[in-house]
C-alpha cells in the first residue's frame, strides 16, 4: 500500500511491471488520448457543480449577481439541474 503513496512515475512504473493487459490498455488510454461517450453500459460520471456568483455592491449594499439579474439566476439553476444528472460514459481509443 506505501507504493500508492510515491511519486506518479513510481506508481505507473509499478503498474507497467505488473504486466497487467487490463491495466496497461487503461495506461495506454491515457497516454495516447481518448474520446468519451455516453453509454448505459459505461461507469457512472459524477460532476461537481462549480459556479461564480460574485457580490458586488449595489447602493453601498453588498449582492450577490444572481439576486439581482434574473437571467444569470436561472442560468445557474439551469446548470445546476444539468449537473446532478448522473451519467454513464466509456473512454474509446481515438482512432488514428
Do not use: A, T, W
Amino acid at each position: 500500500m506505501d507504493d500508492l503513496k510515491q511519486e506518479d512515475n513510481f506508481v505507473i512504473n509499478k503498474l507497467i511491471e505488473h504486466e497487467d493487459k487490463y491495466c496497461l490498455d487503461k495506461l495506454n488510454l491515457l497516454k495516447n488520448g481518448f474520446n468519451v461517450r455516453e453509454s448505459e453500459n459505461g461507469i457512472v460520471l459524477l460532476k461537481k457543480f462549480r459556479y461564480v456568483d460574485p457580490e458586488i455592491s449595489v447602493n453601498g449594499n453588498m449582492r450577490r449577481l444572481s439576486e439581482i439579474d434574473d437571467d444569470y439566476r436561472v442560468f445557474l439553476e439551469d446548470e445546476r439541474k444539468n449537473y446532478s444528472c448522473q451519467r454513464k460514459i466509456v473512454m474509446e481509443r481515438i482512432l488514428k
